[in-house]
């Protein structure tokens, strides 16, 4: 098993890392970490390359795009304030042909990096839905029109790299249901795939799971659900989600402002990606046995992140003696 970290090449994390004067290659090392899973949303060369340290790589994603790859325009052009705005979400695209091109892109970039995996989202969301949680699609629609944007550029991709394909709670692949798992990869094409399981959006499924203890007992039990599906499972975002009081809160309804900033802090506010601390996460990935464990946490700087991911390795039994690395 791989023992990675989430991190994204941005200023703000190269700024701390300057200011702590320490490089990401020996930060990893001090928490005996293997790499990292770089984060590459757009379509332009990383700056720094870390495609040394880069074991896999998050592709971009689109929470809304189902109405746009079928071509509903009117309904599309209903979910932004302007055609502007829409052209930017789509990363520039006026269609869906424009679109799959972009995808391309951001997929070439990706593999700049040379990574071993490639970490695909599968989910549909209206922004309005975010908070009604009342949805237009369900999971096999979302899944069957995935498979087909996804066979469509995967010629893009050498045999040798892996496409996991991560769960949301939003409609799509929910891991929720072991027969639309096993439909959803009956209709991808390409061999060489599998699932990233999140297990703080997989959380997300259930609003009344209170603590860590109910959180792993859920997770195992989803888990024990799927059936020979599970053995699908390669690579784990290891994060905890507690936000049931939050779901709870709003009473699902949209507000009438939902910009890209107010969206962002609610979605945050779901998707907490906080540590494990509770011990019983390792039940887990004995469960799983995955190639690879990224830790993938909400961090602001690296002061931060020492104390989030000394945690979560304690808790998994990966820091030795526990005592987090003060550099």
């Not at 603590?211 to 499972?233: D, F, W």
């Not at 690296?302 to 987090?324: P, V």
Request: proline share 3%.
């Amino acid at each position: 098993m791989k023992n990675l970290l989430n991190y994204c090449a941005i200023k703000w994390y190269e700024n701390d890392l300057a200011a702590r004067n320490i490089r990401l290659e020996e930060y990893l090392r001090r928490y005996g970490l293997d790499g990292i899973e770089q984060l590459i949303y757009g379509t332009h060369i990383p700056i720094p390359d870390y495609s040394k340290s880069t074991v896999g790589v998050h592709l971009a994603y689109w929470p809304y795009w189902l109405d746009f790859w079928r071509g509903n325009i009117t309904v599309v052009e209903g979910q932004f304030k302007n055609k502007q705005e829409k052209l930017r979400y789509f990363g520039g695209a006026v269609n869906k042909s424009e679109w799959l091109s972009v995808i391309r892109k951001n997929i070439k970039i990706a593999l700049r990096q040379s990574p071993e995996y490639l970490v695909w989202h599968v989910a549909e969301c209206r922004p309005a839905e975010m908070y009604t949680f009342s949805f237009s699609y369900n999971d096999d629609e979302v899944l069957e029109a995935a498979a087909e944007v996804f066979n469509c550029i995967d010629e893009c991709i050498p045999d040798d790299v892996s496409v996991f394909f991560e769960n949301l709670w939003w409609p799509g692949l929910r891991l929720l249901d072991k027969k639309s798992v096993c439909r959803f990869f009956s209709l991808i094409k390409k061999k060489n795939v599998g699932i990233m399981l999140d297990t703080g959006h997989l959380l997300n499924t259930d609003s009344k799971i209170e603590n860590e203890k109910q959180a792993v007992e859920y997770i195992a039990s989803r888990i024990s659900a799927l059936g020979a599906e599970a053995g699908r499972i390669k690579g784990v975002h290891l994060n905890c989600s507690l936000s049931g009081k939050y779901q709870q809160s709003f009473g699902h309804c949209a507000p009438q402002c939902m910009d890209p900033h107010i969206l962002l802090k609610h979605v945050v506010a779901i998707d907490q990606h906080m540590p494990f601390t509770h011990t019983g996460i390792k039940r887990i990935l004995k469960m799983i046995k995955p190639d690879y464990l990224v830790h993938e946490l909400n961090y602001k700087n690296f002061s931060q992140l020492d104390i989030l991911l000394a945690k979560q390795l304690t808790a998994c039994g990966l820091l030795g003696s526990g005592e987090k690395y003060s550099g």
